[in-house]
């Protein structure tokens, strides 16, 4: 273990604290939705100007690519997402979003101004560097197909070969200054299905002359859970929930002509979420057709399993203990939400964690997505300073 470039490390990461707050204040004030994060862009360029780091925007219509040159022309791998989502913010914190609509309820702000603070720091320690570091400041992570599998069909992975890639996220169910990660199978795919059905509609009081598309949709859910109950191995992890259920129009003595259904697959059997689509498929039109209604399935194929490369997590583990302590290194569950670093996890060994964002406030302790939800500040320079620390696990290693 090299402890002077780990004091180093965490000297820099308290050093350049405030800096890395105000980032993310200015980031959590305007917020832009996936693929329009034009301003997002642009602010980070000046942010890396500002410290002399090499970029590029050539990818992709926004995000950024940013790069250090180490000893080696060899690349590790940084990952921060820069999207935020269409929801209302209702902190009532000086630094709320100023873009009606949107909201940095993901973190997203906290991962990009943790990976700038990140840069920063390996810029300082350019010339200890073992190997050249490349961080994605990647757009669209939550709208599919993701920004993720754009940067990879661009490219870009391709011109910064690297020995692996690090991500983080952050947790309020963790305590701030620790971390959660587990190795192997980590996060679900995630596929969208859109169900509409089609039939003869009319007056309520006269269900015999008409097809009920309504009670054939509420068989078409009670029979596709058998997908779950019945399908799936027993042993495997399967999710199957419809979120949205709409006609066109209609009253109480109303029997619509078409409704609609939306819903979410999850699993972590690449093998079998490929048969569990063909089961919808049939389940579907096979309910519609005992109902004598017309049923389209159409399937959104999203992110893959996301797989954290057991012997670099692991590393990573022991690695990210010498930083926070062993009491800090949290081993968490598989869990069923899906991320679109499972595409990197694809390409590269690859170690996806969580970083505690939890603190006594209550405020902190909301979880993501929610109009309330706010971190523990001090998470920030720690996240800064682990991104930095990863990019030396290879001094271990050696």
């Known amino acids: 273990m090299d402890t002077h470039i780990l004091d180093i490390i965490k000297n820099l990461s308290v050093e350049y604290a405030q800096d890395i ?35 590029t925007d050539r990818y992709l219509d926004t995000g950024v690519v940013a790069w250090i040159r ?7 791998s940084l990952r921060a997402d820069i999207d935020a989502l269409p929801i209302t913010e209702n902190t ?9 609509g949107i909201m940095h309820a993901c973190g997203h702000d906290v991962h990009t101004s943790c990976a700038l603070g990140a840069m920063k720091i390996l810029k300082r320690l350019e ?18 197909p993701g920004g993720a599998l754009q940067l990879i069909e661009a490219g870009a992975l391709d011109d910064f070969p690297s020995k692996y ?29 859109y169900i509409t059905i089609k039939g003869k509609g009319g007056h309520a009081a006269a269900p015999h002359k008409n097809n009920d598309v309504v009670l054939t949709a509420s068989q078409c859910i009670v029979q596709l859970q058998t997908l779950v109950s019945r399908y799936a191995n027993p042993i495997t ?4 929930s419809f979120g949205k259920v709409n006609t066109d129009g209609g009253a109480t003595n109303v029997l619509p002509s078409k409704i609609s259904l939306e819903g979410t697959f999850r699993t972590f059997d690449e093998k079998w979420r490929n048969e569990a689509h063909q089961h919808i498929q049939d389940i579907v039109h096979n309910v519609a057709s005992s109902y004598h209604c017309e049923a389209k399935v159409d399937i959104l194929k999203g992110y893959p399993c996301l797989h954290n490369d057991e012997q670099l997590t692991n590393d990573i583990k022991r690695h990210f203990s010498q930083y926070l ?18 595409y990197y996890s ?15 406030n209550p405020s902190t302790q909301h979880n993501v997505h929610s109009p309330y939800f706010d971190i523990d500040e001090d998470a920030l320079q720690i996240g800064a300073g682990l991104l930095a620390w990863s990019a030396f696990l290879n001094l271990k290693m050696v």
Not at 92 to 100: D, T
Not at 237 to 240: A, F, K, Q, Y
């Open 237 to 240: 992890p399967t999710v199957l």
């Open 21 to 55: 707050i105000d980032i993310r204040h200015h980031l959590h004030q305007y917020p832009e939705l996936s693929f329009q994060e034009k301003n997002t862009t642009s602010y980070i360029k000046q942010q890396l100007e500002k410290e002399g780091i090499q970029y």
């Open 346 to 360: 694809q390409k590269m060994p690859a170690c996806f964690y969580r970083l505690g964002t939890g603190g006594t």
């Open 92 to 100: 009532q914190v000086p630094y709320a979003s100023k873009n009606e």
């Open 70 to 76: 180490g000893k080696s022309k060899e690349f590790i």
């Open 325 to 342: 302590g062993n009491d800090m290194i949290i081993d968490l569950d598989a869990r069923m939400t899906a991320e679109d670093f499972a």
């Open 127 to 144: 010339s200890s560097l073992p190997f050249s570091v490349v961080c994605y400041f990647q757009p669209g992570e939550e709208k599919l």
């Open 165 to 193: 890639i690090i991500g983080q996220h952050v947790s309020p169910e963790l305590p701030v200054g620790s971390i959660g990660i587990k190795p192997g199978i980590f996060m679900a795919s995630a596929d969208e299905i």
